[in-house]
């Protein structure tokens, strides 16, 4: 049975900066999504604290806001059967040094906050994601 998902991908200033879009996308089409919207933008810091806020009394948490709107991110709705575990997946774990062998982190994470993506970790948080970003 099919199982039609959308999810929230951000490429992160580090990957944008290394011109890894391609790339990345290129990984994501190869695994079967569809890159269904995207955009290339830059958020201001208080929007970037509206987005990570689930992590607003995490020590790393201003930081993490301070480097995603450091500079430009390409958001993107990705849709394919199970996307929200299966871009979790392609992703890799967060600190890229325990991510496993093809993953996005993996091949191109510098560090646990430089660590090139994001992706919705729920489907609740998916639609939550899409929606801060694509409004429409
Ligand atoms: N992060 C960090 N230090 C940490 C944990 C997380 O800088 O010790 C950053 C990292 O960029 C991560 C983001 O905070 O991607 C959000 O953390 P989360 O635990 O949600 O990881 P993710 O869902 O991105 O794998
Ligand atoms: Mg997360």
């Known amino acids: 049975m099919s ?6 991908s ?7 900066e290394r011109n890894l879009e391609n790339e990345i996308k290129e990984m994501f089409k190869h695994k079967g999504f569809s890159i269904i919207k995207e955009k290339k933008i830059q958020i201001e810091k208080s929007e970037a604290e509206r ?10 948490y201003n930081d993490l806001c301070a480097y995603l709107s ?18 979790r997946e392609l ?3 967060t600190n890229p040094n325990d991510a496993a062998e093809g993953t996005i ?19 609740e948080n998916a639609k939550i994601e899409i929606n801060f970003f694509f409004k429409d």
Do not use: W
């Open 51 to 60: 987005f990570y806020k689930v992590h607003e009394t995490k020590p790393f």
């Open 105 to 123: 982190r993996k091949k191109f994470g510098i560090s646990i906050d430089k660590n090139s993506v994001h992706g919705s970790d729920s489907i």
């Open 91 to 93: 992703m890799g774990a």
């Open 70 to 87: 450091s500079g430009p991110i390409v958001v993107m709705v990705l849709e394919k059967d199970n996307a929200v575990s299966g871009n």
């Open 3 to 8: 199982n039609l998902e959308q999810t929230l």
């Open 10 to 16: 951000i490429i992160k200033p580090d990957a944008v």
